[in-house]
């Protein structure tokens, strides 16, 4: 069967139209507008001709075997050595030529152990105007092995969030002790002996009834009967700060 | 207020402006349609009117959205780097199927034969152009115009489901934001369609009144009654749909009903309730079927036509701005209502969203101009023409 005349005009005009769409995608335009490879490529090489400044903690290890152990059974186990002493690369490759820096003042440590509210509850941080201020760090603490020197004896030690929030509440003047029974186990070993919780309303009812003895606790005081239902009081107010809403 | 942040509504005017011209486009094709593929003789008449409101209002279909996006000269990027993930990206291909696959292959074909014929009888530029829009084609014998005709049903019955994927997929996009409760439903695609196929039937038949009008033609009575049967049918389908669709949010309950009715009963009140509900729909919905149970006269039912096909074309206006402002006017966290303070120039602003609604007019009536629907009566040598109004 014979084409009619208009359908080859028209196919001749959808065959241009393909035709520049083919050679733009595949001759004209660049192939870098399809693929991340292009990019990829040029990245890894510029990464790659930087010269190496790191050696690594097995090769630290090879002559700081002593270092490295300690190190391994202590709290730093994760951190590597070049994260204190600096890249060492150079040092490996000739002991004498470069000398790893030793650093010793307290800004060092203070990096990750200086007081922050985003840091997790329960990590070590100091407020370096109250912990013995002016002392270097290294003279209690070993680096590689960093135990405290003795238990801390206030709660703050390890929970300086919490007191930083209770200090601007209106409980700023009641110790942990009166809400927590705190065993002396959890001073050492912390996660073996948790502090309790209170687990009734009265806990919060000695202040908080009408007719308290504690003129401010009184003010705000409630029935203990009509409000709450079941909760525990805590469940609804955060006692570390109770002006505030949850 | 806390939940304000981050969620700022970044989906202005230009978002409502661009499903309501795609909603007229598929809306005017599918009317076309019913000419080809459902043998509705009486709709004739409005056939290449409906075809060129279909093409011209797609040309702007995609303006809003470049406007949006800035950056227009890297728009053909979808195309060469195409991703199949995102049904956005794929858009860009259902787009242009429907424009040059479509649309323009079958104005093509209804058409040659008076291209050709215009080459014929004008002359200097004019002939040019009716040339070149005919591709150089001369072949008027018989063979030659009933394949243009069968040529025309055929692109006619894949436009049909390409109408409704060009704007189902509208739908769709709103519909698959899951985490947004106003958007996130299965019945979005179709509630978006059935209010296209109305949007488009309401324009077709707005501008077919105007143009009588403007240029003292005579209405066909037939036609204008066939078509507000069609209009008919179409709202009472889209009112079904909307309905069971709020219905259903109502019987769900989930956990956004509460900020949902707080978003109706008051920022929406007005462009839901009052406009898309009651003048949008309900009071064409009363029209037009007063106008099929009550004889009125030709005057009567021309003006009461004409009325209901500009309070739909309102209404679903309206219902795009609800759907695309609506679902931004409250916050994620589902606690409270915002705001939108619309532009009033600049990029995207109430200038702009008119210049892009007003566009398609200029474009039609330029089409208008070049392409006549009804130069054919006047001007066809006898024995090479089919009449109009009559189908083989």
């Known amino acids: 069967m014979k084409l009619p005349e208009q359908v080859t005009r028209l196919g001749i005009v959808i065959a241009v139209i393909v035709a520049v769409v083919l050679l733009l995608r595949f001759v004209i335009l660049p192939e870098s507008l399809f693929s991340a490879r292009p990019h990829q490529a040029a990245a890894a090489e510029r990464e790659m ?4 400044r790191h050696a690594g903690v097995a090769v630290c290890r090879e002559c700081h075997e002593e270092q490295f152990e300690l190190k391994y059974g202590g709290k730093h186990r994760t951190i590597g050595c070049e994260n204190c002493h600096g890249p060492a690369a150079s ?21 990750c152990h200086g007081y922050d509210s985003s840091r997790p509850n329960g990590f ?17 603490h070993d680096p590689h092995d960093p135990v405290p020197p003795k238990a801390p004896t206030e709660c703050t030690g390890c929970h300086g969030r919490i007191e930083h929030t209770k200090a601007m509440s209106t409980h700023a003047l009641l110790p942990c002790a009166s809400c927590h029974a705190v065993d002396a186990q959890h001073m050492t070993e912390p ?21 308290a003895t504690d003129p401010a606790a009184s003010k705000v005081s409630v029935d203990m009967a009509a409000h709450g239902g079941t909760y525990v009081c805590w469940e609804c107010h955060y006692a570390h700060l109770p002006e505030g809403r949850k | 207020m806390g939940f304000i942040y981050p969620n700022k509504s970044t989906w202005a005017i230009l978002i409502v402006v661009y499903p309501y011209l795609t909603g007229i486009v598929a809306g005017a094709f599918i009317l076309a349609s019913l000419v080809k593929v459902f043998n509705v003789v009486e709709v004739q008449p409005i056939y290449r009117l409906a075809l060129l409101t279909a093409l011209s209002f797609m040309l702007v279909a995609g303006m809003p959205l470049q406007l949006h996006l800035g950056h227009p000269e890297r728009a053909y990027e979808i195309f060469f780097t195409p991703q199949p993930t995102s049904a956005m990206a794929m858009f860009g291909f259902v787009y242009l199927w429907y424009l040059l696959g479509i649309l323009l292959i079958e104005i093509w074909f209804e058409y040659r034969q008076q291209l050709v ?34 040529a025309s049903k055929l692109i006619t019955i894949i436009g049909i489901p390409s109408a409704f994927l060009l704007h189902g997929y509208v739908g769709f996009i709103f519909g698959s934001v899951k985490a947004n409760p106003w958007w996130g439903s299965v019945l979005m695609p179709i509630v978006f369609l059935m209010s296209a196929i109305v949007s488009g039937i309401a324009m077709v038949m707005f501008l077919y009144i105007l143009l009588s009008l403007v240029r003292n033609e005579k209405l066909d009575m037939r036609c204008l009654d066939k078509i507000g049967l069609f209009l008919l049918v179409a709202i009472i389908v889209d009112f079904v749909l ?7 949010r109502l019987y769900q309950s989930e956990e956004s009903i509460g900020i949902l009715t707080q978003l109706v009963s008051s920022k929406l009140f007005l462009s839901l309730v009052v406009v898309q509900l009651l003048l949008g729909m309900l009071l064409p919905l009363v029209v037009l079927v007063l106008v099929r149970s009550v004889r009125f006269n030709e005057e009567l039912r021309k003006l009461l036509y004409f009325t209901t096909s500009l309070l739909i074309l309102l209404g679903i206006f309206s219902m795009r701005w609800n759907v695309v402002i609506g679902g931004q006017l409250y916050s994620k966290s589902l606690r409270g209502l915002m705001a939108y303070k619309m532009e009033i120039t600049g990029i995207e602003s109430l200038l702009t969203a008119l210049a892009l609604l007003a566009l ?33």
């Open chain 2, 242 to 248: 909307e309905a069971l669709d709020y219905i259903h």
């Open chain 2, 117 to 150: 014929l215009m080459a014929r009888q004008s002359r200097g530029l004019l002939k040019g152009i009716y040339s070149a829009l005919s591709l150089f084609s001369k072949d008027l014998s018989p063979e030659a115009l009933a394949f243009d005709h069968k």
């Open chain 1, 49 to 52: 001709a930087k010269p190496l």
């Open chain 1, 191 to 211: 996660r073996l002996a948790l502090p309790t919780k209170p687990d009734s309303r009265e806990v919060c009812g000695r202040c908080h009834v009408p007719g």
């Open chain 2, 360 to 392: 398609p007019f200029i474009i039609l009536a330029v089409l208008y101009r070049l392409l006549p629907p009804r130069w054919m009566e006047s001007h066809s040598p006898t024995g090479i023409d089919r009449p109009t109004g009559v189908l083989t």
């Open chain 1, 91 to 111: 040092h490996a490759a000739d002991e004498n030529a470069a000398k790893p820096p030793l650093p010793r003042e307290r800004e060092a440590c203070l990096a």
């Open chain 1, 124 to 140: 070590p941080q100091v407020d370096p105007l109250e912990h013995r201020p002016r002392k270097k760090c290294v003279t209690c």
